[in-house]
T-cell receptor, first 114, second 114 residues
Framework: LAKTTQPISMDSYEGQEVNITCSHN???????ITWYQQFPSQGPRFIIQGYKTKVTNEVASLFIPADRKSSTLSLPRVSLSDTAVYYCLVGDMNYGGSQGNLIFGKGTKLSVKP | EPEVTQTPSHQVTQMGQEVILRCVPISNHLYFYWYRQILGQKVEFLVSFYNNEISEKSEIFDDQFSVERPDGSNFTLKIRSTKLEDSAMYFC????????????FGEGSRLTVL
């Protein structure tokens, strides 16, 4: 299983762009990179998923270099409501029909200040 | 937007009592999961369920735990004899595909064991 490492916490101010980097040196060929967001006392919420290069949706962008040993979640112009824990997960899209290898780490606690 | 619903939102029980947590996954989803999160700690995988059987389970999911899909819509987690350390937020999730496809989480059921 590919282990992920991400900063424990980050601080930002409203309106800034926030980039959270995740290291996954042992990522396997079939692994995808997925980011979730979790607010206090709520379930995690899917943000974005990618395999390589760049993926963008209405919420965020995900940058993955060619070696795929890291990835960066980019949140444009954050607001106070983006204060949450962000999790980077790595796992095989085709793994046995289960999510057993989708392991949540401690995540990055992002605090957005006014 | 379809969502995963969980009941109860909060349950208080005495140690040794049986508890059943209920979940209604999104209707066209085929894969179902339970995760738990002890206060202040990371989200932990418990079990995945597909085609009416357990696909994978973690070390946490011992003989005290069981899951069931009794009627084609509900997905339940039963804890036979609760312990103090079972106090946690329990999240149900579902997905269309297995592997690391997008998981949709419910709001959680907070279990407090006294």
């Amino acid at each position: 299983l590919a282990k992920t490492t991400q900063p424990i916490s980050m601080d930002s101010y409203e309106g800034q762009e926030v980039n959270i980097t995740c290291s996954h040196n042992n990522i396997a060929t079939n692994d995808y990179i997925t980011w979730y967001q979790q607010f206090p006392s709520q379930g995690p919420r899917f943000i974005i998923q990618g395999y390589k290069t760049k993926v963008t949706n209405e919420v965020a962008s995900l940058f993955i270099p060619a070696d795929r040993k890291s990835s960066t979640l980019s949140l444009p112009r954050v607001s106070l409501s983006d204060t949450a824990v962000y999790y980077c997960l790595v796992g095989d899209m085709n793994y046995g029909g289960s999510q057993g290898n989708l392991i949540f780490g401690k995540g990055t606690k992002l605090s957005v200040k006014p | 937007e379809p969502e995963v619903t969980q009941t109860p939102s909060h349950q208080v029980t005495q140690m040794g009592q049986e508890v059943i947590l209920r979940c209604v996954p999104i209707s066209n989803h085929l894969y179902f999961y339970w995760y738990r999160q002890i206060l202040g700690q990371k989200v932990e995988f418990l079990v995945s369920f597909y085609n009416n059987e357990i696909s994978e389970k973690s070390e946490i999911f011992d003989d005290q735990f069981s899951v069931e899909r009794p009627d084609g819509s509900n997905f339940t987690l039963k804890i036979r004899s609760t312990k103090l350390e079972d106090s946690a937020m329990y999240f149900c999730a579902s997905s269309v595909q297995g592997g690391t496809g997008e998981l949709f989480f419910g709001e959680g059921s907070r279990l407090t064991v006294l």
